[in-house]
């Protein structure tokens, strides 16, 4: 596939975010969103193309895949294309070499993409999947670790009865939560505020409005309690005016936002999910 073809594909995904957003249908935004949260580890451009084709994509997989998990693909159903890397070793020339008896060493690069296709979990049938630990509600476990993921950023946590009504403060290098929350708001808040520590910290601060800012936050703490199974209500539909149609401003938030709610679940993961991820 040639890369003019690849960028006009994950353009035409985004674009069709703005467009959506412009035109006051801001539930597709939710839905990109659900699915960063559902592909965290996907790279950004192949999120946009599953949410683009599949909107409804919770769980998908090649057909050799599903195949290993006694799963087949019904028939007739159409696949979700994505982009898989090339990657190959090409060898040195001897004009390239430094004259030191290396021009044999072949040197990992990536020369190009092709298309691959993937299937949810809806367009398929067999046996059922061992169900992962879903957290409704209950953040047991990943509120611990989220506090031990702070720590380990050397970020002071604190709690505080004066600081409402805000129910969070980021401070560069500090967090104030407001005392006596619930476990799950108070964990929905903290992501918040870790997000503002990771993404509004150095120059990127200066370059974007608050809006942008809070919205940017709040979509990372959207994607992260989305990913741990914890009911995020509607709050996310009210955010439509955050880009102002611009495609270039909106392609730059998402990616951030993917990318830090990807370190973040991965720094909270439970232990066998973060080895069966890695495998």
């Known amino acids: 596939m040639k890369l003019e073809e690849i960028k006009n594909r994950t353009q035409e995904a985004s674009d069709y975010l703005v467009q959506s957003l412009e035109a006051g249908h801001s539930e597709v935004l939710t839905e990109y969103l659900g699915a960063i949260a559902k592909f965290h580890t996907y790279s950004f451009g192949n999120i946009m193309l599953i949410a683009r084709q599949k909107p409804s994509a919770t769980n998908v997989a090649g057909v050799r895949t599903w195949n290993s998990l ?7 159903e159409k696949g979700i294309l994505i982009l898989a890397p090339m990657v190959g070793k090409k060898t040195k020339t001897l004009e390239e070499t430094t004259g030191e008896g290396d021009e044999k060493n072949p040197q990992p690069q990536l020369y190009g993409f092709r298309a691959v296709y993937v299937f949810d979990i809806s367009q398929t049938e067999g046996k059922e999947l061992p169900q992962l630990t879903e957290v409704k509600g209950d953040v047991s476990g990943y509120r611990e670790r989220l506090v031990k993921f702070v720590e380990a950023r050397s970020i002071e946590l604190c ?3 004066k600081i409402g009504p805000a129910k969070g403060l980021s401070q560069g290098g500090k967090i104030t939560l407001l005392s006596g ?9 903290l992501v918040h505020e870790i997000g503002h520590e990771m993404l509004h910290r150095g120059e990127r601060r200066t370059l974007t409005t608050k809006t942008v800012r809070e919205t940017e936050a709040e979509a990372v703490g959207f994607v992260v309690c989305q990913a741990i199974g914890l009911d ?6 009210d955010y439509i005016a955050l880009w102002n149609g611009d495609a270039n401003l909106l392609r730059e938030s998402l990616q951030a936002v993917q990318q830090t709610a990807a370190v973040i679940l991965g720094g909270i993961a439970p232990e066998p999910a973060a080895v069966a991820a890695a495998a």
């Open 181 to 189: 929350m619930q476990p799950a708001e108070e964990f929905s808040v």
């Open 70 to 76: 006694g799963r087949f693909v019904r028939r007739g």
């Open 232 to 237: 995020t209500g509607t709050a996310f539909s």
């Open 159 to 161: 709690y505080s009865d």
